[in-house]
């Protein structure tokens, strides 16, 4: 039984991971939020018994704990994946010279030290794993050959995605001696409240680009997830199975 914890799993592309991952009833799903509270959530798991909703606030350390120890008693074979899901994009149009930039440091901290924090923290049960695979959810934005082509548009999300890649790469190389999978994934542009701020200019410029709805990008992520090797770990994923340049 493929074990999955979602972070961010209460809207959006994280809800629609874990929905399409409850079509297998050989996965069991752990879904985390902030608030795990929604109607949508808790439909899911007052439905279904191969889902747990644990309360999971990335930005705090004792939150984080706290689900680690909730979490262990669910996964006495380890975590098999670990989808770092949970995402912000405050200022999605704002100009370089305009950015607020105490908003620009808390997003860079939100997608860079919060995924840590949680991938750390959740470190010890994802090697107890069969498959050990952290992944973690990024943008084609974070490539440098494609965001040069957008410029002006989602400036500090691309600059943290970036960061993040990075952390994934990076980490990949000693991780591998360990046996465990990291991958950054770039699902596609979704349909979503993050995504939304560059529709006028996507329309314009880049009409060619399909817009995912969230089912449609959480299939992505789950199927490059399932696919992943440690030979090609610390890759960069697009959504349709290639390797992005960095």
């Known amino acids: 039984m493929p074990s999955w914890l979602i972070t961010g ?18 996965n069991f799903v ?27 606030d990335i930005t705090n350390q004792a939150s984080v704990d706290a689900a680690v ?4 008693p669910l996964l006495p074979n380890g975590l098999d994946y670990l989808v770092n899901n949970a995402g912000k994009n405050p200022q999605p149009t704002t100009s370089f010279e305009a950015l607020d930039l105490e908003e620009f440091a808390d997003e ?12 750390r923290a959740f470190l010890p049960l994802v090697k107890k794993s069969e498959l050990k695979r952290i992944i973690f959810i990024s943008s084609v934005l974070a490539s440098s050959h494609i965001t040069f082509l957008m410029a002006g548009q ?3 999300y691309s600059v943290a995605k970036a960061a993040l890649n990075m952390l994934a790469h990076k980490w990949a190389a000693t991780l591998k001696y360990e ?8 699902p596609g542009w979704s349909q979503t409240s993050l995504g939304e701020g560059i529709n006028e200019w996507m329309a314009k410029y880049a009409p060619q680009v399909p ?36």
């Open 30 to 56: 752990i879904a985390t939020a902030r608030d795990i509270n929604t109607p949508e959530l808790q439909a899911l798991v007052a439905k279904n018994p191969k889902v747990k909703a644990i309360p999971l």
């Open 9 to 26: 799993a209460n809207r959006g592309i994280g809800l629609s991971t874990v929905e399409n991952l409850l079509k297998d009833e050989s």
């Open 108 to 119: 860079m901290t939100f997608s860079t030290v919060a995924p840590l924090r949680v991938s």
């Open 154 to 156: 989602f400036n500090a």
């Open 69 to 72: 120890e909730a979490a262990t």
């Open 179 to 186: 046996g465990v999978t990291t991958a950054a994934i770039h």
């Open 211 to 246: 817009h995912f709805p969230p089912e449609a990008a959480a299939d992505n992520v789950i199927k490059i997830s399932q696919a992943l090797t440690l030979e090609k770990t610390g890759a960069f994923w697009h959504f349709d199975g290639t390797n992005l340049p960095w």
